[in-house]
């Protein structure tokens, strides 16, 4: 398992930069990256640090390393299960991570809150697991085409967090197969709001998911100013074959 490390398993794209906001403030960026690979199994996680809590970073840390390792170990489990099971194994999992943190160093459990995302894939059986709670967004491409896979949780009531009561109803969940995908990202809210316009990607951003070139979404994200914290992880899921006529 790897957090923003080498790119030791399939081909992986991602970024990961401070915002304006925080970095006005001497502030740190307070995403996190991971992936991991073990068998068949292909895993990459984004965590985004609640701004209002004090061990943001930490936190945002030990969620996306923990549903990573989670799902490497059980994942061919978790590609049978339904929504609900998974959600819950999910979410308690990685409470028991945070809850051990936060009884080590004395603090709230709440400091240590974050968004997490994260998607499986099953190379060998062509199935895919996205999980998402809060406000970042996954999206896959294929076919010169993108689509939303799972969409941002944000409500009324504001940003479900790794340590809201009954997190685990406010997850989405989608299990499918891969069929004709070809690549597959996950967005921070500080990244997509910069490549959505009226609720639809802009046309450049379009080209460049639909491309699979995401050495040009670094440029368009890193050229935005983006005022809160940007990141993204991809990951490269199509047969190997295929890549190699691409």
């Not at 379009?206 to 992880?233: A, H, Q, T, V």
Request: proline letters at 1%; aromatic letters at 6%.
């Amino acid at each position: 398992m790897n957090e923003k490390g080498r790119n030791t398993t399939t081909v992986i794209k991602e970024l990961s930069r401070i915002g304006t906001y925080h970095a006005l403030a001497n502030g740190e960026n307070q995403d996190s990256l991971c992936h991991g690979k073990s068998k068949n199994l292909y895993v990459i996680s984004l965590a985004d640090g609640a701004s209002t809590c004090k061990e943001a970073k930490r936190g945002a840390s030990i969620a996306s390393q923990a549903i990573t390792n989670l799902f490497l170990k059980k994942g061919n489990h978790f590609l049978e299960f339904d929504d609900k099971q998974i959600a819950e194994f999910t979410l308690s999992h990685i409470l028991w991570e945070l809850n051990q943190e936060a009884s080590n160093s004395s603090q709230s459990i709440i400091d240590y809150s974050s968004t997490v995302a994260s998607v499986l894939v099953d190379k060998r059986k062509r199935r895919m697991l996205c999980f998402n709670l809060g406000d970042s967004i996954i999206l896959a491409s294929g076919n010169g085409r993108c689509k939303v896979l799972c969409m941002p949780s944000d409500s009324s009531s504001g940003c479900c967090v790794t340590t809201t009561k009954w997190a685990d109803k406010g997850a989405s969940v989608r299990l499918c197969d891969i069929g004709s995908m070809e690549s597959v990202v996950i967005c921070s809210d500080g990244a997509w709001r910069e490549m959505f316009s009226k609720n639809r990607l802009k046309p450049e951003v379009s080209r460049m998911l639909s491309n699979n070139e995401y050495d040009e979404l670094k440029d368009f994200l890193n050229s935005r100013g983006c005022f809160d914290d940007y990141s993204f992880i991809s990951l490269d899921i199509r047969h190997k074959n295929r890549r190699k006529c691409a």
